[in-house]
């Protein structure tokens, strides 16, 4: 069965994060800054250097003129952008990405040429009150009409990670999954329905 792929939003590295990395098979990073004045070069770079060395793939958040500048994978688009790249700015091997919350932003997406959408939140965060967690059954009764591929977002940790393998993805996001946990083997999980 195939793998599921992993994406992984950061603004940084340190020790932990760079051990916990290698430990995922699979995986993207997206540079995330904290806020949008907060783009820290020697950081960026730093990240690129690292994704060029362990053969990642490196994506951008929102920014297109910067992820052409570093020479990135492809691009994030979050939902509250609904900014438009013109189909001949984009090269063949560059990717574009999306995430939504709900089935206009996912048209908006679809508009934007995201070959894949994350759907959030799928579990628990704090981000997000009880009743907007979609949840496995909700999840998976969604991605029956949304005809992108799917990759689950949202509260996501160690111990709800073997959870997502009965959810129709091809992929899963996370914010703090490897920021702080001490990861003792690799992981990767696969999927049924890749």
Known sequence: MPQIKFYFFTDFLNETIVKNIIKF?????????????????????KIKKFCNKNKILFYFFDSYKLAIKYKANGIFLSSFNKN????????????VIGSAHNYHEYSIKKIQGCKQIMLSPIFFNQKYSVNKIL???????????????????GGINLNNLKKLRMCKIKSLAFVSLINNAKIKKPIYLCSRWA
């Open 135 to 153: 949840g496995i059954n909700k999840f998976n009764l969604i991605s029956n009409y949304w005809d992108t591929e799917l990759c689950a977002l």
């Open 84 to 95: 438009f790249i013109k189909p001949i700015q984009i090269k063949s091997n560059f990717n």
């Open 25 to 45: 098979k699979n995986i993207c990073i997206i540079y995330k800054p904290e806020n949008e004045v907060s783009k820290n070069i020697t950081q960026i770079l």
